[in-house]
DNA sequence: CCTTAACTTCACAAATTTCTGAAAGAAGCG
DNA sequence: CGCTTCTTTCAGAAATTTGTGAAGTTAAGG
């Protein structure tokens, strides 16, 4: 009952395929997307990457190839248990949203691009005044996000319960 | 002065093309990126089709869809200037950037397809669970996210002045 | 060590996306 | 009203992206 076994196939996938049309819907590439909303489903939140590979009908090199892009983001963490030569893939529920709002990289280098127009463009033009503002609402959206996290780990404790959260590793 | 005609026009195309492709990186497509890039860059945050094409070396045909897709996404606003066939397409700083953190609209996406997830998977299954929690964290995100924007606007006001708004439409 | 099971890399074919020129469609202006 | 100027739509060429099979690489286990 831990594997595949007893569940709803065809609801699991429904889910997977619905889930990553809305990711890839909002800028994310085909393949991680499938892999990653598989993994979201998944009952321990962990696949080989046989698995991924049947489930999704896709070839060991399209996993391959997703799975770097979802480690290199840190929405998924690559394991390989000391005595297989399987990999294995978890995506944790804390540490995959955190990536997502670590868009802050991004946020950076708009942040810098932007700072460089104001330079070049001259502070003293009105373009220069339109792109210092842009990028002071960058500087304070990227403060303001870590303390929001901080905001939803407290929020989560309390609707789901802090004792939870070393079970998730068993 | 208020033309292009006293700028720079290298350090304009530098920070335009630097910008739009950060924009790229993130997920914006190649035109809408440019033009908007090039929006931001502009004296008055308003460029006509004619120019845009000019300046970013594409087609009519280009800017429209371009042009398009940023309308509907509400980071730019289309006007045109009453006894004229010219459109004018503009940018303003605070409805833009109102506008990108409107995707508000992907959030409850996300979030649907999550319910979803939870409904066809059972809430009392680990997959259950962990969609659940995500599900939770995109709705707290969700409202968060109008807090930040009000918190912004003060911040805005503090740092750069009250007064100035009104001006920014001459 | 050699074998074998697994993952990764690479070159290419297929599918998709992107941009253009050309034609069609609006809307001012005489 | 018809001419003219601008914008939009559309079909297709070009470029890019995507996913695969096959060869290459790594590491476990005899």
Redesign the pocket.
């Known amino acids: 009952m831990t594997d595949q076994a007893g569940r709803d196939r065809e609801a699991v996938s429904k889910f997977v395929e619905g889930f990553a049309a809305q990711l890839v819907e909002a800028g994310m590439?085909?393949?991680p997307a499938r892999v990653f909303a598989a993994l979201l489903a998944s009952d321990d939140g962990v696949l080989?990457?046989?698995e991924l590979g049947e489930q999704l009908?896709?070839?060991?090199?399209?996993?391959?190839?997703a799975?770097?892009y979802l480690s290199q983001t840190h929405m998924v963490s690559r394991e390989r248990e000391p005595?297989?030569?399987?990999?294995r893939y978890r995506v944790h529920s804390d540490q995959w949203y955190e990536a997502l709002t670590n868009r802050e990289a991004i946020l950076k280098r708009w942040a810098y691009a932007l700072r460089e127009g104001v330079e070049n463009l001259g502070a003293d033009t009105p373009a220069g005044r339109r792109l210092a503002e842009t990028q002071a609402f960058f500087e304070f959206i990227d403060g303001e996000i870590s303390l929001m996290m901080d905001r939803w780990r407290v929020h989560r404790d309390q609707v789901f319960g802090e004792g939870r959260r070393p079970a998730e590793d068993p």
């Open positions: 590439q085909r393949m080989t990457s046989a009908r896709i070839s060991p090199a399209a996993v391959s190839g799975v770097r005595g297989s030569r399987r990999e």
